[in-house]
């Protein structure tokens, strides 16, 4: 009996520690944080030429139609374009068709350019899309 007075006392006191306005909405399990650092995560590692963890990101289906090799290829074929990757200097996250789309925009030597990363209810990548670098801005 002792236990359970001592459980109960526990659970009322952690009550007034943790208000519930605090709390993460129940319907979402994926706070936009988590997503915006998965995408900066997966930009370090394309441009560190860490191709084979970088798909270790992506959902099945997207490991199948982007290898390794190849997400090394659409890198490099920005790099020629745009230049020499500088680093990321922003994002921005969206909801297109009801998934999770963040945007990261990379800068390089000559131009910019978002990186549009889609995630699934999962928080894999499910999509990849280089937005063409606007030169000028």
Same mark, same amino acid.
């Given at each position: 009996?002792?236990?359970?007075?001592?459980?109960?006392?526990?659970?009322?006191?952690?009550?007034?520690?943790?208000? =519930?306005?605090?709390?993460?909405?129940?319907?979402?399990?994926?706070? =936009?944080?988590?997503?915006?650092?998965?995408?900066?995560?997966?930009?370090?590692?394309?441009?560190?030429?860490?191709? +084979?963890?970088?798909?270790?990101?992506?959902?099945?289906?997207?490991?199948?139609?982007? =290898?390794?090799?190849? !997400?090394?290829? @659409?890198? +490099? $074929?920005?790099?020629?374009?745009?230049?020499?990757?500088?680093? +990321? !200097?922003?994002?921005?996250?969206?909801? @297109?068709?009801?998934?999770?789309?963040?945007?990261?925009?990379? $800068?390089?030597?000559?131009?910019?350019?978002?990186? +549009? !990363?889609?995630?699934?209810?999962?928080?894999? !990548?499910?999509?990849?899309?280089?937005?063409?670098?606007?030169?000028?801005?």
């Amino acid at each position: 009996e002792m236990a359970d007075f001592l459980v109960s006392r526990g659970a009322r006191s952690s009550d007034t520690v943790a208000p =519930p306005h605090n709390a993460p909405p129940p319907h979402s399990p994926e706070t =936009p944080v988590d997503l915006m650092l998965r995408s900066k995560d997966f930009v370090d590692l394309i441009s560190a030429g860490s191709y +084979q963890k970088a798909a270790d990101m992506f959902d099945p289906n997207m490991k199948s139609l982007m =290898p390794p090799a190849k !997400i090394g290829e @659409v890198w +490099q $074929e920005v790099i020629q374009k745009a230049g020499k990757f500088k680093g +990321q !200097i922003g994002s921005r996250k969206t909801s @297109v068709d009801g998934n999770d789309v963040v945007f990261v925009t990379c $800068e390089f030597e000559k131009a910019k350019a978002d990186l +549009q !990363i889609a995630f699934d209810a999962k928080g894999r !990548i499910s999509g990849l899309y280089v937005v063409p670098p606007s030169s000028g801005t």
